[in-house]
């Protein structure tokens, strides 16, 4: 079946990196995602990752895949308090559709 | 950067009532998708087309129907509302090739079933 887990929240204090983890169940999926989203607003597409990489940085942002585990996490360096959201892991099975499969979130708290 | 387009806003509506949530895709974009965002919960997949078809389905309720029409905008109707289908409706659209890499969310319509 198609499951998406994360925890439900995370505090950090300004300046400290903050890791998000996930763990997902398909394993066809071919992308997998991080999204934010602030408050009140939509969903923004934060990054993504190929199934065949391991990692990838972008800026303060890094993403790991363990494919074995089915593990994803993101890394946010530096973290600021502009970073509170909650944030969601999604893949997108392999399924020839275009569906996507979020977890529950994550919600950031970040402390100044 | 023109964005993803949604209307109303914000609907109040009974319960047995019918809404009408609309969704205008950035331009150029030929999927689009649908997805309901219960109060503290994770956005869920209900439906997205491609090309004006049909491409996939997910826990969208037989109340509902959609359609994208020839312009690619997309409407999502929904009849006898109940309570819990107040949520926040998400839009999203992807670029021809991009599908399930680049899916662009809309700004959402907050649905309240009084």
């Known amino acids: 079946g198609e499951d998406v887990e994360q925890s439900l929240f995370l505090s950090v204090r300004e300046g400290d990196s903050s890791v998000i983890n996930c763990t997902y169940t398909?394993?066809?999926?071919?992308?997998l995602y991080w999204y934010k989203q602030e408050p009140g607003a939509g969903l923004q597409l934060l990054t993504y990752?190929?199934?065949?990489?391991d990692m990838k940085q972008d800026q303060r942002l890094t993403v790991l895949l363990n494919k074995k585990d089915k593990h994803l996490s993101l890394r946010i360096a530096d973290t600021q308090t502009g970073d509170s959201a909650i944030y969601f892991c999604?893949?997108?099975?392999?399924?020839?559709?275009?569906?996507?499969?979020f977890g529950a979130g994550t919600r950031l708290f970040v402390k100044a | 950067a023109a964005g993803v387009i949604q209307s109303p806003r914000h609907l109040i509506k009974e319960k047995r009532e019918t809404a009408t949530l609309k969704c205008y895709p950035i331009?150029?974009?030929?999927?689009v998708y649908w997805y309901q965002q219960g109060p503290g919960q994770d956005p869920q997949f209900l439906i997205s087309?491609?090309?004006?078809?049909?491409?996939d389905k997910g826990s969208i309720p037989d109340r509902f129907s959609a359609q994208q029409f020839s312009d690619y905008h997309s409407e999502l109707n929904m009849s006898s509302l109940e309570l819990g289908d107040s949520a926040l409706y998400f839009c999203?659209?992807?670029?021809?090739?991009?599908?399930?890499?680049?899916?662009?969310f809309g700004p959402g319509t907050r649905l309240t079933v009084t």
């Open positions: 990752i190929f199934s065949n990489m």
């Open positions: 999604a893949e997108s099975p392999n399924t020839g559709g275009f569906k996507t499969i």
């Open positions: 999203a659209s992807s670029p021809p090739g991009g599908q399930q890499l680049e899916q662009y």
């Open positions: 331009p150029r974009h030929d999927t």
């Open positions: 087309f491609y090309e004006k078809m049909q491409s």
């Open positions: 398909d394993s066809s999926s071919t992308y």
